[in-house]
């Protein structure tokens, strides 16, 4: 078989002096559509093999990934950037149809999901992964390391957290916040201990408490200042307490 990219004889299905697909096909519309879906969201087939494993053994998942397991995995910053899209769409549809169709919730709340989401979760990443370098300084993972290691745990939270939100077209005003800090706590504790290899995992559970607990009221508090800040901006009637991220 001769390549049609570099034009060696060649046998299998890749190329060894390229590693141009033997078996390329002709260009169809599905194809086509795959392209521009790839394009997109930088997904491949590791995305559901991701998922899973971060659902069934978080921690332990970040560790094979760091450790180079990393070929059956997806790449944690094409991960963050499906789930930070799927959380913004969550959130910002739920509290769209709540305001509008059940006269509840938060004016400031729909335009801040609108157009400073993407900014908050933009930064959600460098204000967690400092944090929990902060505490845990001392492990065997350099900054970079607890950061993949914090795109992956988001990547699972953030629409975890945001389909928290469901429950408001039962009860239209009611205040999720705290179970989610209770749902990111008990994933974040599992994750933690499973991630940090430390001999005495009662500290690690310390240090993760204390984490999520400053990086959920950094997070909230950020959403806070900047929905009031609409609201006093663009003069938007609103209620004392504002829901949650």
Known sequence: MV???CHQEVSGKYCSNCGQSLAEGKITVP????????????????????ISALIKKPGLMQREYIQGDRAKHQKPFSMYFVAATAT???LYWINHIVTDYYHAGEAG????????????????????????????????YNFAEIGVMQLYTLSVLLPM?????????????????????????IYSMIT??????????WKVLLKCLLTSAIFFFSITQ?????????????????KSDTNSV
């Not at 933690?192 to 995992?201: A, G, H, L, T």
């Open 222 to 238: 950020l959403q806070d200042f900047i929905v009031h800040y609409i609201v006093a901006l663009c003069d938007i009637p609103h």
């Open 161 to 185: 957290v945001a389909c928290i939100s469901l429950v408001k077209f039962i009860w239209h005003d009611f205040e999720t916040r705290y179970i989610e800090f209770l749902l990111i706590l």
């Open 31 to 50: 194809s086509l559509l795959h392209e521009v879906f790839h394009l997109f969201t930088h997904l491949d087939h590791g995305i559901l093999h991701t």
């Open 88 to 90: 913004a769409l969550i």
């Open 109 to 140: 709340e729909v335009v801040f999901f609108n157009k400073y989401l993407v900014m908050t979760l933009l930064v959600t990443v460098p204000i967690s992964t400092l944090i929990v370098y902060a505490f845990f300084f001392n492990s065997e």
């Open 3 to 5: 390549c049609k990219s």
């Open 192 to 201: 933690f201990y499973n991630f940090f290899d430390y001999q005495r995992k």
